[in-house]
Nanobody, 118 residues
Framework: QVQLVESGGGLVQPGGSLRVSCAAS????????MGWYRQVPGKQRELVAT???????NYADSVKGRFTISRDNTKNTVYLQMNSLKPEDTAVYLC????????????WGQGTQVIVSS
């Protein structure tokens, strides 16, 4: 049974930083693309960043230069470091895993809420 469990969301002021984490189980983690998407009510789910099994990242234009995705294959965990946060980054952030290069959309976590507000 595949499980992706996110943690680390919360409330942060504009310009602040936050790191969210996702612990995976039930998959051979080191062989999967991992990803972070975000969802706002009433809008389509948006890809934020993905990372290959070897650690090569891919980012949405809206977060390039501000967000960093990384993975620790010894801990079966993927991270998303978010800096210079903006109110428009407010969303539920969902962890994903998959075999399709850069989509990483076979399995999903439940999500963690990030609110950027003063």
């Amino acid at each position: 049974q595949v499980q992706l469990v996110e943690s680390g969301g919360g409330l942060v002021q504009p310009g602040g930083s936050l790191r969210v984490s996702c612990a995976a189980s039930g998959i051979i983690f080191s062989t999967y693309y991992m990803g972070w998407y975000r969802q706002v009510p009433g809008k389509q789910r948006e890809l934020v960043a993905t990372i290959s099994s070897g650690g090569t990242p891919n980012y949405a234009d809206s977060v390039k230069g501000r967000f960093t995705i990384s993975r620790d294959n010894t801990k079966n965990t993927v991270y998303l470091q978010m800096n210079s946060l903006k109110p428009e980054d407010t969303a539920v952030y969902l962890c994903s895993a998959g075999r399709t290069p850069w989509a990483a959309d076979d399995y999903w976590g439940q999500g963690t809420q990030v609110i950027v507000s003063s």
